[in-house]
Every structure is written in C-alpha cells, then in structure tokens.
C-alpha cells in the first residue's frame, strides 16, 4: 500500500517525500502528486510514482488517490477556496479507500481569530465528521516566511509588519515536514492533534538576529494593519493575499501564532531550526548567488 503526498510540487509536500525517503519508505510506496506534473519529473526518475491531482477538479482526485492506504493533505494556498478544496480531497480520500489522513492546518486553529485560521478549522471539523483516521499537525509559521524576503530586509534594512511584540513560535519548513513523516511512519498517532512551532521570538527580536549575521543594522518597523497591507500590495503582492498577511500578524499580535508546546520537538527528535540558523543559512544562500 502506498502513501499520497498530495501537494508535491510545492514547498512543503517536496519535503515530506523527501523526509519519507530518507527514513527508509521505498520510493515504490509513495504517490506524489501536483497540479503541474512536470514539476515533479525528477522525483518520477527515483521511482516516486508521479500523479496530477487538481483539488478544484475533483475528477482528478479518484484516480490520483487509487490503491492509497494513507495521505498527507498539504493544505492549499488560494485564499478563500481552501476548504472547498480540502472537503473534495478528503472526499476523494473516502472513495478511495484511503485509511488514514494526516493534515497541515495551523497552529492554535481551534481559537485563532485570524481569517487564515478559519478555512483550518472548518477542514479540521470536517476531517474529524468524515469517520476517517486522522492526525492533524497544526503548523506553526515557516522560518521562510521572513527568510525569503530577507533580499529586500537587506536593501531597506528594514523588517515591516504589524505584529507589536506578539510572539510567534516558527520554525523550518524541513521541521514540519519531518513531523509529518514520523507521523506517517510511527505508531501511536491516530486522532491525535499536535501543536508545532520552534523556540519563540518577537519581530524585534528576529531584527535584532538578522542585524547580527549581517552586520549591518536592521530595524523592526511596526505598522497599522491597513498601512502594512497597503505596502505589502504596492510591492506587488496581490490584494487578497496581502490582506491575508497582514492580518496573520495582527494574529501574531494577539498570541495566535505563538505555542508553548514541544510536540515538534517530541515528533522530530531533534530541536527545531532556530531563526539565527535560518537567516544564517539564508544569508550564506544569497551570498553564494552573487
């Protein structure tokens, strides 16, 4: 029996092959699938079979989850279809014959206030009605979420957001995905529902760390929520997403991103990635693309 990744071709989902392969799964038992199968070619050459899989076409779910004892439901990034496209997966899951779910929802989904959160918890609720065996990894935000923009934090020397000094326990997307493959790969999980997040800390903080492996002073820049998706939308961001982001903040503000929980820790065996590490890492990226 095989284990569907669904999401692969993304950021996450090609980490979690790559944690499954690495614990030893046979590569002949993971299904790996994308909207753009041509994304996933190089996995096809490992032996990892490869197939499309459009949550907006449910049509092509049934054959995509074929033969499936497990899968993991990497959530989707399309603000406002979320859920509709995580009820015809889980849906399709069913039809399939697909035993067990593991799904990335978000950290504190039960009362977060962020309009992120809510797509999370109605998919929660409907994973948990649908009489399937589940585990719900309730992702904290990604390192990357700051790192990937830490080029333009560099020109400006300035990290923007709207978060005052809530604190929000991040951690790599590496870590997340290696949960999810533990979980996939231990006993002892089913119907469990596991906070992750890595060591805390403040958007000054994360300034003050970034100031640090730079060498050059970067200021945490605290803005109204209205100003931050303002310029999140000039920067090119499109308006919903930039909306969306600046509202997690406010989130982040409120606590909502921030857990005093060490499943992750328990899950991975390891520590979490910390931010020093991942701006360092980072730093020496775009370094060594000059």
């Known amino acids: 029996m095989s284990t569907v990744i669904t999401g692969a071709s993304g950021h996450l989902g090609r980490l979690v092959v790559d944690q499954l392969l690495a614990a030893g799964t046979p590569s002949a038992q993971i299904v790996a699938t994308g909207r753009d199968v041509g994304r996933l070619a190089d996995l096809a050459r490992t032996g990892v079979s ?4 459009d949550f907006a076409d449910p049509t092509t779910l049934d054959e995509a989850f074929a033969g499936a004892e497990a899968m993991v439901l990497v959530s989707t990034t399309t603000v406002g279809q979320r859920f509709d496209n995580h009820r015809n997966a889980i849906d399709a899951a069913r039809r399939a014959g697909v035993s067990r779910i593991v799904y990335t929802s978000i950290v504190n989904a039960s009362t977060a206030e962020m309009a992120l959160a809510d797509e999370h918890r109605r998919t929660e609720d409907y994973l948990r009605d649908s009489g399937s065996a589940f585990v719900i990894l309730r992702n904290g935000w990604y390192l990357e979420n700051y790192t ?8 400006y020397r300035a990290l923007l957001g709207s978060a005052k000094d809530g604190l929000v326990s991040a951690a790599g997307r590496r870590d997340y995905a290696a949960a999810a493959a533990a979980v996939l790969t231990q006993d002892g999980h089913l119907g469990a529902t596991y906070e992750l997040g890595g060591t805390p800390f403040t958007l000054t903080e994360l300034a003050a760390t970034i100031s640090d492996v730079l060498g050059t002073h970067v200021a945490y820049r605290d803005m109204p929520v209205a100003d931050y998706t303002a310029t999140l939308t ?7 997403m930039a909306a969306a982001v600046a509202d997690a903040d406010a989130g982040l503000a ?10 992750l820790v328990k899950l991975i065996g390891r520590p979490a990635t910390t931010a ?9 990226t775009i370094d060594e693309s000059r």
Do not use: N
């Open 50 to 53: 490869v197939r499309r899989a």
């Open 254 to 263: 409120r606590g909502e991103l921030f857990t005093a929980a060490d499943d």
């Open 148 to 155: 990937d923009q830490l080029p333009m934090i560099t020109k």
């Open 234 to 240: 000039a920067a090119g961001l499109p308006p919903e």
């Open 276 to 284: 020093h590490e991942a701006v360092q890492s980072a730093a020496a």
